[in-house]
């Protein structure tokens, strides 16, 4: 009797035109489907991800000075976190193409929790550069150079040799995670960066020098 039902069903869902019901029902399958895949890959790109940090942490605690206990690689690090966090929050969201992308590509993943890291670290250069000032945000002072001649010629490393209070790294790895978890939060500000530079040069243009004026 099994077999018999098995048939009739088999019958049914060939033989027979498929309903526009039943093609909604097939595309919202392919489409779970397919989130569902994602959502396999992220928990293992994350668990990657947790196994590479726990270590890390474990260093970063018995050696204080480590580079993994910079403010730009703990930025980066909570960036990918936020990525991978927003990634997960868009897939429901995201449009056909997205999805297969995503689901048949371990690149495509892995490319949003990158780009998060990296604007993660953009947003820490504009704190400490002061471009992006104000009491929800964090401020940083330099760190007291004991060596004259790298107090004379500092480099770059002088991105890394700041310090702040609890509060100011708690404010930096909150818009860190931000930045990794929504990157219009970035771009925007970029944007308007972008848009102020522009004014600017409009402005001086327009006005004319002390020259054009004799």
């Known amino acids: 009797m099994?077999?018999?039902?098995?048939?009739?069903?088999?019958?049914?869902?060939?033989?027979?035109?498929?309903?526009?019901?039943?093609?909604?029902f097939c595309i919202m399958n392919d489409k779970l489907e397919k989130i569902r895949t994602i959502s396999n890959r992220l928990a293992r790109s994350l668990a990657v991800l947790v196994a590479i940090f726990i270590p890390g942490a474990l260093y970063a605690y018995t050696h204080p000075g480590s580079i993994i206990t910079s403010p730009p690689m703990a930025c980066f690090i909570v960036g990918v976190i936020g990525g991978f966090v927003g990634l997960q929050r868009r897939l429901k969201k995201m449009s056909d193409d997205d999805l297969t992308l995503l689901a048949n590509s371990w690149v495509y993943i892995c490319l949003a929790p990158l780009v998060g890291g990296i604007l993660a670290v953009v947003t820490y250069v504009l704190?400490?550069?002061?471009?992006?000032?104000?009491?929800?945000?964090?401020h940083f002072e330099p760190d007291v150079v004991s060596n004259a001649s790298a107090a004379k010629n500092p480099g770059l490393e002088v991105i890394f040799a700041i310090h702040g209070n609890a509060s100011d790294y708690g404010k930096m790895i909150f818009w860190c995670f931000i930045a990794g978890f929504s990157e219009r939060f970035v771009t925007d500000i970029i944007s308007r960066f972008e848009k102020q530079s522009s004014e600017t040069d409009k402005t001086e243009t327009a006005t004319p020098s002390d020259s054009d004026k004799a």
């Open 127 to 138: 704190f400490v550069s002061g471009l992006l000032a104000g009491e929800l945000f964090p």
């Open 2 to 24: 099994s077999y018999l039902r098995s048939c009739e069903r088999f019958a049914r869902l060939i033989l027979i035109p498929a309903s526009p019901t039943r093609k909604a």
